[in-house]
């Protein structure tokens, strides 16, 4: 029988360790007492976490690769927080963390969207990624990666414009500075010279 295996930012959850209760607890123990290397052994067993959250997500536009690592911050966040004296499950107190953290970047774009939709109809400019900053009192950096994550991937063969004839794909809007085609002419040259 094939396991079953998701590639999602470069991890396949095929591999994932599946933790026993004992080996929670003891890696926990050793998490409190400063061990780094148990730290890493109990995120990695608690992935599945992450992904079983964010199959509750996957409905929306977001991208999945954006809201797995959101999730990830959520749940290492639960760990640094998580008093297992209380008497409650890890899961238990994990889910709400994960969850929270990923609503908490899609309010952070939809605050940004709302922002910039206010300003568009006030300025006569385009309002800049400052003028959204300063309007919702988030900083640039968090309004840029917000936004970049419920943006859903575009592939370099969407189509951008068709009239009927040859369409034009997102792959042809893009240029390469670093490989122009007067590089590769002048390198060319340059080889034919030297030969």
Known sequence: MAAYKVEI???NTAKLPILKESEKEE????????????????????????LSVIKRFSNHNENVDDLFQIGCIGLIKSID?????MGVKFSTYAVPMII?????????AYKAIHAKEILTRTAST????????????IPKEDIVFALDAIQSPLSLYDPVYTDG????YVMDQ????????????????LGDAMD
């Open 9 to 11: 930012c470069g991890v």
């Open 27 to 50: 890696l926990f123990a050793k998490i409190k007492q400063g061990d780094m290397a148990a730290r890493e052994t109990y995120i990695k067993g608690n992935l599945r976490l992450v």
């Open 81 to 85: 927080n998580f008093n297992p004296d």
């Open 100 to 108: 929270g953290e990923i609503r908490s970047l899609r309010d952070t």
């Open 126 to 137: 385009e309002p800049t990624l400052e003028d959204i900053a300063k309007e919702t009192g």
């Open 165 to 168: 004839g040859d369409a034009l």
């Open 174 to 189: 893009i240029s390469d500075k670093k490989n122009k085609e007067e590089k590769w002419i002048e390198e060319l040259s």
